[in-house]
């Protein structure tokens, strides 16, 4: 009996695993078998491959055909095993020959007159692919891009299935990437536009400077929406390795840009506050996809009216802070994805927010409600929080020219360039990455640095956790005066930006 093999990927979250796919072409009635738990989507793929076998030119067999899918036992979802689905009935029925088909990955959908269409998850696909020794790839053409920037395997494109037919019959040629151009970055927001807002605008960069979470309280119209939106413009450019991250993340959310696919600047994600836990966390039927957090992996996001968002919502980001990714559990399995991200929350201060607090109409209990909703177990993960007051004409005419965002960058820069360099042997890149346990043993502060620090341990004043974090703060503060380690003076003023009554 006639049988054929093809290779693709499945991926659960944004890591693969690959697929062996299996055609066999046996006696028995005209049919078509698809075994190896494929879901609904996948199911329809071989009345899709069927259309697109005749369309192309190619005959497809008038007898019994199974498809495997193996491992068996693997969830598998999506269309993107129509091309190799495909490709294994040829082989199989002798239309096209092997030996090309033994080390190259296939992904694409098929249309039903045989062009070849992109789908998700092409970049971490291929990582997986190169991870497993493969030395070649066929993608749909509007995929090149994507999948070229993984190095180490052979990147082709194809737009119709008949085009992939004349290569592995060594009658034709696939289309190649061509060389990356150089992209103007994104033109960002100036921190100059901020009107007034000093100690704000430094906890800014503080904030940008050490990776940490910010909180922003105080009346509408203040500008902390405005500082918020410009703290992406504050990072420095994705590096190699994180720019790959980001970018398979989106790749299987499906939001990348075709002609630059690559994610070199920190994600800026500001969800509505009516957003679902499933797509603020990541969730869905079947394999979970991911959702507003990991989108905002190695970026900011922002959680605008964050006292709106409700307990459910805010509580599940509690432990994602500390473990910089999400697990979630689905019927169809568990996947995890990276969800490393600085948060910025803002809020009122009372429900009625008017622009002055003395013009509040709100009674002492309602306040208390308004501000309960980001509760201490939530407030003690964020770094430094800040109280924003209404702009005068009296203290903006009295202030000096605002700093533009690429002089206060470059003081951002060099401070995480000097964080990167001191925790370059345990492999951090930021203040706000490094365990407290580190903090406190090898590299622990003299005693008359930590003093007030202890004194707020021993009134309560302060959690253990938030003792950690105001160390983080201090060596951050440190770096952007260029000094060795921090000193008292860097501890006071990270504790001053803990002071609870600023939230």
């Not at 049988?3 to 693969?16: K, M, Y």
Request: charged fraction near 25%; proline fraction near 7%; include cysteine.
């Amino acid at each position: 009996m006639p049988l054929a093999r093809a290779w693709s990927v499945a991926l659960i979250g944004i890591e693969g695993r690959p697929v062996e796919i299996e055609a066999d072409i046996g006696a028995g009635l005209p049919g078509t078998k698809l075994v190896g738990l494929p879901d609904a989507g996948l199911r329809e793929a071989k009345d899709r491959v069927r259309a697109a076998v005749r369309n192309s030119g190619q005959r497809w067999p008038d007898s019994n055909v199974t498809l495997g899918l193996s491992p068996a036992d693997l969830p598998k979802d999506g269309s993107g095993y129509d091309l190799g689905i495909a490709v294994a009935v040829l082989a199989a029925s002798g239309a096209v020959p092997t030996p090309k088909l033994l080390d190259t990955v296939l992904l694409g959908e098929l249309a039903l007159d045989g062009r070849v269409r992109p789908v998700r998850g092409v970049l971490p696909a291929l990582l997986t692919a190169r991870k497993a020794g493969y030395r070649r790839a066929v993608v749909a053409l509007e995929s090149l891009a994507e999948g070229s920037l993984v190095g180490g395997i052979d990147v082709v494109g194809a737009e119709r299935l008949g085009e992939l037919i004349a290569w592995l019959s060594d009658e034709g040629r696939l289309a190649e990437a061509e060389p990356e151009r150089d992209r103007t970055p994104p033109e960002q927001s100036d921190l100059a536009d901020v009107v007034g807002q000093p100690e704000a605008r430094w906890a800014l960069e503080v904030a940008a400077a050490g990776g940490h979470n910010l909180l922003m309280t105080g009346p509408p119209g203040v500008g902390k929406t405005m500082l918020a939106t410009r703290l992406p413009g504050l990072l420095p450019e994705l590096g190699d390795d994180e720019a790959l991250e980001v970018t398979a993340v989106h790749s299987v959310d499906g939001s990348l840009e075709r002609d630059s696919p690559l994610v070199r600047v920190p994600p800026f994600v500001a969800p509505h506050h009516s957003i679902s836990v499933a797509a603020l966390i990541g969730g869905g039927s079947g394999i979970a996809a991911p959702g507003a957090i990991s989108k905002a992996h190695r970026g900011v996001l922002f959680l605008d009216e964050a006292a709106e968002y409700g307990g459910e919502r805010l509580e599940a980001l509690r432990t994602v802070l500390e473990e910089g990714e999400v697990r979630i559990a689905r019927s169809r399995g568990s996947v995890r994805y990276p969800a490393r991200f600085q948060l910025v929350l803002a809020t009122n201060t009372c429900p009625c927010a008017p622009p002055r607090e003395t013009e509040c109409s709100c009674s002492p209990a309602a306040r208390r409600r308004y501000l309960a909703k980001l509760s201490g177990p939530l407030l003690d993960r964020v770094d430094l929080r800040v109280r924003m007051r209404p702009a005068t004409a009296m203290n903006v005419a009295g202030e000096q020219q605002p700093e533009p965002t690429g002089r206060v960058r470059e003081r951002v820069v060099a401070a995480r360039e000097r964080a990167a360099k001191r925790w370059s042997d345990h492999g951090w890149q930021t203040n706000a990455e490094v365990p407290g346990p580190v903090l406190r043993r090898e590299f622990a502060l003299p005693a008359e640095a930590t003093r007030l620090l202890d004194r707020g341990l021993n009134r309560g004043a302060i959690t253990a956790r938030g003792a950690d974090r105001c160390l983080r703060i201090a060596w951050t503060l440190s770096d952007l005066e260029e000094a060795d380690e921090p000193t008292a003076d860097h501890v006071a003023a990270a504790l001053e930006f803990r002071d609870r009554r600023a939230a």
